[in-house]
Structures are given as C-alpha cells and as structure tokens.
C-alpha cells in the first residue's frame, strides 16, 4: 500500500495563529472565553475544554478575556464588547482582517459589494457587516440575477466583487463569469479574489492527488467549510472518496482493498489526527 500525504495538508497559518496563542494564553490565565468554536475540528475544541477555555455565542456572556477566532467577527461585536469593557484577544486571521478593510473602503467609496461565500458561515456574517447597507451575499450562481436587480436599484455606479477566504475557486470563477456577463455595462467592476493562498494551493493539490490515487481520504471536521471544499472536489477526481473527522470513522476493511491512497487535512485538522490515520493503515497493511 502506497500512502500519499498533501504537502499542504493540515493546520494553515490562521488556524495555527490561533490555537498557538489560545494555548499560550490559557498557560497564563483560567477566566478565558472563546466567542464561538475557536476551529472547525472536535478533537481541538476537547483539548482546549479540558484546559478550562469556556465556549460563548455571544459576548454578552463574557466574564473575562474573550478570545475571537481566525473567522473573524462583525463590527457590532467589537463595539459591544468595548460598552462592556471586555478585553478582547483578537485572533481574526490576517487575510480576513484585510477583506473587512477592502469591504469598508470601498463602502465608502459607494460601492456596491457583493460578497461571494457561504450566507450562515461566520467569516461572512463578520466581512458582511463592513460591507455596508448596499451590499450582498451570493452563496450559489442561481442568485447573481437577483442580486444584479438589487445593484440595479441602488443606482450606484461601481461595483465590488469580494470572495470568502476558503471558497471553491472554481465555483469563484464560474459567478465571477455570470456576474460579468449580466452586470450592465455602465457599471464598472472591480474583482478582487479574496480566497486565501494557503486555501488554494490545499484545492489544487487535492485535485492533483485524488486524480493519482485509488482511494482518497479528506481529513477534517464535518462543519469545516474548506475541509467540505476538499472533499467535493476529490469526489469529482476520484471513483473512491472518503470524509472522516478521525481514524475510527475508518472502514478497515474497505480501505485494505486500495494499493494507492492520498491523504489530504482540511484547515482547522491537527497533525495528530492525519497520523492516527496513516499508522492505522500501515497496521492494516502489514495484517
Ligand atoms: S484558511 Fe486562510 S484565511 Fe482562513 S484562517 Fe486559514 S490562512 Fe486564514
């Protein structure tokens, strides 16, 4: 059996940022809170319990320091939290950080914004509340007519288009290419592709690999954004998929039937986890 792990698979630089500095912060303090899941990854979230991090949805049940995780936040939240005199250990990640800076720039410079990404996932409820009143999200292609309609009504003249950091690059180019298309053209765009490096070097190589390997293993948590990204696109590359969080959602005895198999981590997947799975398969080899 021939074992192939990504070379950028597991922790990007934002989710190490984060569980880095929460871990060094918890060395020095107890009363600390987390605002929402600090990773898309169970195995972490535990750890990070048992050394006595307290989960909150909201800031209005901090008693402490708060942490806020590399998704990011909205712009009430800070303000909330500055009224209630909580001090904040601001983890948002680089590269979110600098899209609410182009959303509220360019908000001021009466732009329309659409932001491409997921409506529910909170690195987009964060960016969209820098966006401004005249702005919108776009999750799937279906909806760039209606969101047209809407720009068409604001009677603004430019338009911004901004993209969540782990969305699907080809999904990116696809509304990208609709929004050209059916946008008026008086209306000038300007496209800024926001998706993280970090993002799509991990897609291009998922593809690479699934495309060489019998079976195919995406890494990561189920609610995890970009791990969900990876998998989608092994599935399309590769007859024999497979999403598990960890090593004990493995089928033994299915997998010992693959000669070559990849591996591949979402964002927010320790290394643990991806070495749990390969010394299992090497297990079941040598059976
Ligand atoms: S996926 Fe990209 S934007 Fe998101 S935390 Fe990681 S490095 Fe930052």
């Not at 929460?22 to 809170?33: A, Q, S």
């Not at 209630?84 to 609410?100: A, E, G, Q, Y």
């Not at 182009?102 to 966006?131: D, Q, V």
């Not at 720009?151 to 969540?164: D, E, M, T």
Request: with cysteine.
């Amino acid at each position: 059996m021939e074992i192939s792990v990504g070379k950028t698979s597991g922790f990007c630089y934002g989710v190490k940022n984060a569980v880095d500095k929460t871990n060094d912060v918890l060395e020095r303090d107890k009363n600390i809170y987390c605002l929402g899941e600090l990773v898309h990854n169970k195995t972490i979230i535990n750890k990070l319990k048992e050394k006595g991090l307290k989960f909150i949805d909201n800031i209005e049940q901090a008693n402490g320091t708060t942490i806020i995780r590399a998704h990011g936040i909205e712009k009430s939240v800070y303000e909330k939290a500055k009224k209630m005199n909580v001090k904040l250990i601001d983890l948002t990640c680089p590269s979110v950080l600098k899209i609410h800076e182009i959303a509220e720039k360019y908000a001021l410079e009466n732009y329309y914004i659409f932001l491409i990404g997921k409506k529910e996932h909170p690195e987009i409820i964060g960016t969209y509340s820098f966006c401004g009143k005249n702005s919108n999200v776009i999750s799937e292609i279906e909806e760039v007519e209606d969101s047209i309609e809407k720009l068409k009504k604001s009677n603004l003249n430019k338009l911004l288009v901004i993209v969540q950091t782990t969305y699907s690059t080809k999904i990116f180019d696809e509304i990208i290419k609709e929004i050209k298309e059916k946008t008026p053209k008086n209306i000038l765009i300007e496209i800024k592709n926001t998706i993280c490096k970090a993002t799509e070097l991990r897609q291009e190589e998922t593809k690479k690999l699934s495309k060489e390997v019998d079976l195919m293993i995406i890494i990561g948590g189920k609610n995890s954004s970009n791990t969900n990204k990876l998998y989608e696109i092994a599935q399309k590359n590769c007859k024999n998929a497979i999403f598990i969080e960890n090593k004990e959602e493995i089928d033994k005895e299915k997998v010992s039937k693959y000669n070559k198999i990849g591996i591949m981590a979402g964002a927010s997947t320790p290394q643990e986890s991806v070495d749990e799975v390969i010394k299992l398969l090497e297990k079941e080899e040598k059976i």
